[in-house]
Nanobody, 126 residues
Framework: QVQLVESGGGLVQTGGSLRLSCAASGRTFSSYSMGWFRQAPGKEREFVAAITRSGGSTDYADSVKGRFTISRDNAKNTVYLQMNSLKPEDTAVYYC???????????????????WGQGTQVTVSS
């Protein structure tokens, strides 16, 4: 089993930046593809970014492409989401998730992920 703990959320003004971190327990972190999702009040959870086991390939939602960057450090069992040029519509609870799968694969659907963190709130003021 994998336990995921997000951190780094907070309140930021429009145009600002935040870096989210997601620390994973266990010694098999590099066996998991990782993803970030978010859920705004009254809306469904949506895909934000995903990364393969090695970190060699990534994918992003169109709404964040060019502004957000997902990365991972397998030696530290941590995945990151660097968020730049933040907008009020980025306000949401952000979740990281892990998924077992073949090397070189990432996932964009929430039902493909096995374990989830508790979430961290990101609020962007206008």
């Amino acid at each position: 089993q994998v336990q995921l703990v997000e951190s780094g959320g907070g309140l930021v003004q429009t145009g600002g930046s935040l870096r989210l971190s997601c620390a994973a327990s266990g010694r098999t972190f590099s066996s998991y593809s990782m993803g970030w999702f978010r859920q705004a009040p009254g809306k469904e959870r949506e895909f934000v970014a995903a990364i393969t086991r090695s970190g060699g390939s990534t994918d992003y939602a169109d709404s964040v492409k060019g502004r957000f960057t997902i990365s991972r450090d397998n030696a530290k069992n941590t995945v990151y989401l660097q968020m730049n040029s933040l907008k009020p519509e980025d306000t949401a609870v952000y979740y990281c998730a892990s998924a077992r799968g073949p090397s070189g694969t990432y996932y964009t659907s929430s039902n493909q992920y096995d374990y989830w963190g508790q979430g961290t709130q990101v609020t962007v003021s206008s």
